[in-house]
Every structure is written in structure tokens, then in C-alpha cells.
């Protein structure tokens, strides 16, 4: 049976997770797992990467880590950084505890209001009143082969103009679920916030905000 994967769609792949990074050629080695011969755009170096490896968005230059030539995150990041990662993030994983056992479930809304970091939820679930009880949380989430944790303290900011940013921001994905006086939207905001974005080439990078 042909592949599906060829030169052109693996150097796309590898684009869509912002990686720098040429494809010269594809092959079969061991035992028929398909590689790619691939250039380094940042110091030129070539190496062989699996296709499953490129999957993971880990392909990793050697050269460069040897180096200490990779791709760093910009020092100067902001709140509005932050809150835009976890937006490509699409879906991202919201922890919290209940006594001893700890919950966690996928959340897809924030907003950044008055420079803060603020996230929404129904009134009526337990991770409301887990969150009341214990305000400590931690999110993570992932995008293009690197991760995201967030931790820290929430508090309910029954504030119907904080309601409104939140709904701004994400109308699409609100708006079917929720209005901002229906008594049932309710935001969080981080009273403090550490944020560390991990990748597979890099030291993690800590965000105190």
C-alpha cells in the first residue's frame, strides 16, 4: 500500500508547529519506518527524524541544543501572552481538589480583564464550589509541540463587567451556554499567577506575573 505521507505534506507538518526545519528527502529505514532527511534553517546541520517523531512536533537539532541555539521564548511576557497561549491551545485542563482527591476536566475560555488572568464556569458545578473552598488550581495545556502549566489562586469576581470581558472575548463559545445576568456565568480571576512553558529543546521557561 502507497504512503499517504510525502515530502511536501511532512514539510507542512512540521511548518503547522513553527519549527525551523527543511525537509531534503524522505526514506524507509528500519524495518520500513519512514524518515526524513532534514536541514536545520537556524545553523545548517542534517539528521534523520521518523515521520512519528515529527508527529510529536520533537524533532530537536542536535547542533543547536548542543549550542544552545534554539528558539527561545521573548523574555518580556505579559499577561495577554499568556492568556493567548491557552487561547491556541483550543482546549485546556483545569485541576483543582476536593479534600484529598483532586478533579480536573477540559475548559476552553479566558480572558485577560484589568491586566488579570480570568477563566469561566456554571455556578451550579462541582468546580465551582471546589473553587470556592480551595482556590488553589493549576491549568496545562499544549500547542505545537510545547506545554503550558498555570498555577495559582482564584477568587469569584461576581463583577458583571468582568462577565461581559469574558463574554467578549469568547462569544462563540459562550454565547450558546450562557448569558451574563442568567444567574448562572460565573468568572474566576488569579490573584497570582506562575506560568512555566516547557518544550522538549529548552529549559523550562518560569512567567511570574
Not at 462577565?163 to 448569558?179: D, G, H, I, P, W
Request: charged share 25%.
Amino acid at each position: 500500500m502507497k504512503s499517504i505521507w510525502n515530502k511536501d505534506k511532512i514539510q507542512n507538518l512540521i511548518d503547522n508547529f513553527s519549527q525551523p526545519y527543511k525537509v531534503i528527502s524522505i526514506e524507509r529505514r528500519d524495518n520500513s519506518i519512514l524518515y526524513a532527511y532534514l536541514k536545520c534553517n537556524i545553523c545548517g546541520y542534517k539528521f534523520y527524524r521518523s515521520l512519528e517523531r515529527i508527529k510529536l512536533g520533537t524533532i530537536c537539532c542536535e547542533k543547536c541544543i548542543k549550542n544552545k541555539n534554539t528558539i527561545c521564548f521573548q523574555e518580556d511576557f505579559e499577561m495577554n501572552d499568556v492568556v493567548k497561549y491557552l487561547q491556541e491551545c483550543g482546549t485546556f485542563y483545569l485541576a483543582t481538589v476536593e479534600g484529598d482527591q483532586p478533579h480536573v476536566r477540559p475548559f476552553g475560555a479566558v480572558c485577560e480583564f484589568e491586566g488579570k488572568l480570568y477563566i469561566v464556569t456554571n455556578n451550579k458545578k462541582d468546580v465551582y464550589n471546589q473553587m470556592k473552598v480551595n482556590g488553589k488550581v493549576e491549568m496545562c495545556g499544549m500547542n505545537k509541540g510545547t506545554w503550558i502549566r498555570v498555577k495559582g489562586a482564584v477568587k469569584e469576581d461576581t463583577r458583571r463587567e468582568a462577565r461581559v470581558a469574558m463574554m467578549e472575548a469568547n462569544k462563540n463559545a459562550l454565547q450558546s451556554m450562557y448569558t451574563v445576568d442568567d444567574n448562572l456565568m460565573t468568572v474566576f480571576v488569579f490573584e497570582s499567577v506562575i506560568a512555566t512553558i516547557y518544550s522538549f529543546t529548552e529549559e523550562p521557561k518560569v512567567i511570574n506575573l
